[in-house]
C-alpha cells in the first residue's frame, strides 16, 4: 500500500524557517511528480510547490516563490520543502501529494493519486 508520511511542521514566527519532510512508501517517486499542498480553516486546498522526480524540474505558485524551495532524495524516497520567510498567511495544513509526471495543470486536485495526513505549520506576527 501506498503512503504519503509528512513531518517537520511547527509554529514559527513571522520570517522564520521550517523545513518539512515527505516520506513515500510503496512508491517510487523517480519519475513521479511529488507536490505540497496546503489548506488553511475554511479555505481550499491549494497547490504550493512541486518536483518531478526524474529530472528535478520544479514549479511553484506565486505566493511561495522565491521564499520556498522543494527538493528530493530518491534514494531515500523522500520530499522536502524548505520555507523561509514565513509569513502568517503561510499557516496551513501541508499535505504531500504524488502523481505521474508533472504535466497540464499540476496544480489540480483531482490529478493526484496519493495523499499524506498533513502536517500542520503555524506562523505568527
Known amino acids: 500500500q501506498v503512503q504519503l508520511v509528512e513531518s517537520g511542521g511547527g509554529s514559527v514566527q513571522a520570517g522564520g524557517s521550517l523545513r518539512l519532510s515527505c516520506v513515500a512508501s510503496?512508491?517510487?517517486?523517480?519519475?513521479?511528480?511529488l507536490a505540497w499542498f496546503r489548506q488553511a480553516p475554511g479555505k481550499e486546498r491549494e497547490g504550493a510547490a512541486a518536483?518531478?522526480?526524474?529530472?528535478?524540474?520544479?514549479y511553484y505558485a506565486d505566493s511561495v516563490k522565491d521564499r520556498f524551495t522543494i527538493s528530493r532524495d530518491n534514494a531515500k524516497s523522500t520530499v522536502y520543502l524548505q520555507m523561509n520567510s514565513l509569513k502568517p498567511e503561510d499557516t496551513a495544513m501541508y499535505f504531500c501529494?504524488?502523481?505521474?509526471?508533472?504535466?497540464?495543470?499540476?496544480?489540480?486536485?483531482?490529478?493526484?493519486?496519493?495523499w499524506g495526513q498533513g502536517t500542520q505549520v503555524t506562523v505568527s506576527s
Open positions: 501529494a504524488a502523481r505521474p509526471y508533472c504535466s497540464g495543470d499540476i496544480w489540480s486536485r483531482a490529478q493526484f493519486t496519493y
Open positions: 518536483i518531478y522526480g526524474g529530472g528535478g524540474s520544479t
Open positions: 510503496g512508491y517510487r517517486i523517480s519519475h513521479n511528480c
